[in-house]
């Protein structure tokens, strides 16, 4: 805790900026409550009084398990970041379009393709908030199909904002939660207007 010239607080921010996830462990003969708050509050993995250094053992292993959880925490957070990044990059770059809605039907994210639809058919993009309903034709019975857990797809014409007549294709898939509960709908638009054509 003290030594000539040199002290627990120095050791403490040379260990914190040179090995910040090596365990800090003060050893003292004496230390107050303020003081032991302190040093943990800096970054000291724990202390210990000198008269009881058979604690010694069990604190550096509970010390080191406890920045083992810390640091599968962190790679876990890493990886979870990576993978919805990777999600985000597949969603947002798409050629088809992607919305998510609740079970009332509002849009609670879509992509760019989704987005460019809305301008599309009817002269205003999708938004976020916005009813799906306003933006696909007839969708009412393959929502609620979704909402009762199915997947539903669907095939449908409408004229777009220029008058032109296209088809698209319609699947709606139930979102559900850990428990199975469905508690939304996942929306993807595909223009099948040219395939109609050749058929």
């Known amino acids: 805790f003290t030594l000539p010239r040199f002290d627990r607080m120095a050791a403490l921010d040379i260990a914190r900026e040179r090995s910040p996830t090596v ?4 050893v003292t003969g004496s230390i107050n409550e303020e003081t032991a708050v302190r040093c943990m509050q800096a970054g000291a ?12 053992g069990p604190a550096i292993e509970a010390a080191l398990e406890r920045e083992r959880s810390r640091d599968e925490r962190r790679r876990a957070e890493a990886a979870l970041r990576r993978s919805e990044a990777s999600l ?16 009332a039907g509002h849009i609670q994210a879509l992509n760019v393709t989704a987005e460019a639809w809305g301008r599309r058919m009817i002269e205003r993009p999708m938004c976020e908030g916005a009813s799906i309903h306003d933006f ?3 969708a009412h019975d393959c929502f609620a199909g979704a ?4 997947r539903v797809a669907c095939e449908r ?6 008058g032109a007549e296209s088809w698209y294709e319609a699947c709606f ?10 508690i939304g709908v996942c929306l993807s638009l595909m223009d099948i207007t040219r395939r109609r054509q050749l058929d």
């Open 23 to 26: 365990p800090f462990i003060i």
């Open 45 to 56: 993995a724990d202390y210990l009084l000198k008269g009881n250094l058979a604690r010694i």
């Open 88 to 103: 985000r990059a597949i969603f947002d770059n798409s050629l088809q379009a992607f919305v998510l809605a609740d079970r």
């Open 136 to 138: 696909v034709a007839d």
């Open 147 to 150: 909402l009762r857990g199915e």
């Open 157 to 162: 014409t409408a004229a777009t904002a220029s």
């Open 173 to 182: 898939t139930p979102v559900v939660d850990d428990g199975g509960g469905v």
